[in-house]
């Protein structure tokens, strides 16, 4: 009588290839991910250092909160707040990657409260576009309208929040004096950017939107 066979079965190789297929996935995702945060961390440095200063206060005039703009409304919450971020911490420890300054000098000088708000910026402008977009599709005005007023609160007044305040301590000056010398200034170039990165943002969102959520694994 025949004996049963007893050999072992051969494993399917099935489940390995998933396997691979799933490592490859996110091996992938973390490299655009990070490509992303470096692009528009070296954008935000490049726009840094279109600095005009201005005699009566030391807080110059820049392209810094356009490329906040830009990095959360384009790259969602997440991946916004992280290139800014990455930019602070590295100017923190001593590289000269805001208009050409960093160290601790730099980021608790009179402007450290606006570079302090720059990854929180990035962060909320970020959500507001994430939910705005989340189904791609043409922008409608609706969108407009909720981009706009989320640039003005999260790109501009936040700012101002964070930074008159701070200003004011360091200079050693009056709250009026800060608005003065570090707020009225410059909204209406504020306001400006904040037009550009809203076009900018409703005009390309959609088309990243698809490459955005492959990367979130959503």
């Known amino acids: 009588m025949s004996q049963p066979d007893r050999s072992p079965s051969t494993p399917s190789a099935e ?12 091996a992938s995702a973390w490299i655009g991910k990070t490509v992303f945060t470096a692009l528009f961390a070296a954008l935000f440095i490049a726009f840094s250092y279109v600095s005009i200063p201005l005699g009566f206060t030391s807080v ?16 969602g919450a997440r991946l916004g707040f992280s290139s800014i971020a990455l930019v602070v911490l590295l100017a923190a420890a001593g590289l000269p990657l805001l ?12 402007t450290g409260g606006f570079i302090w708000m720059f990854p929180f ?18 922008p409608t005005t609706r969108t407009y309208v909720i981009l706009i007023v989320s640039i003005l609160l999260f790109g501009i007044a936040l700012s101002y929040v964070g930074g008159v305040p701070w200003y004011a301590y360091k200079a050693h000056v009056s709250l009026h004096a800060a608005l003065v010398g570090a707020c009225y200034p410059f909204l ?18 959609p088309a990243l939107s698809g490459t955005l959520r ?5």
């Open 15 to 26: 489940p390995k290839a998933g396997a691979i297929v799933v490592r490859q996935n996110a």
């Open 60 to 75: 110059p005039i820049t392209l810094q909160t356009l490329a906040v703009m830009l990095a959360g409304g384009l790259l």
């Open 99 to 110: 208009h050409g300054r960093g160290g601790l000098a730099t980021v608790f000088g009179p």
């Open 121 to 138: 910026q990035a962060l909320f402008i970020g959500m507001t576009a994430d939910r705005l977009f989340r189904k791609g599709g043409k």
């Open 188 to 205: 209406p170039g504020d306001l400006v950017k904040g037009a550009a990165a809203a076009m900018i943002v409703a005009a390309l969102r």
């Open 214 to 218: 492959r990367l979130s694994g959503r």
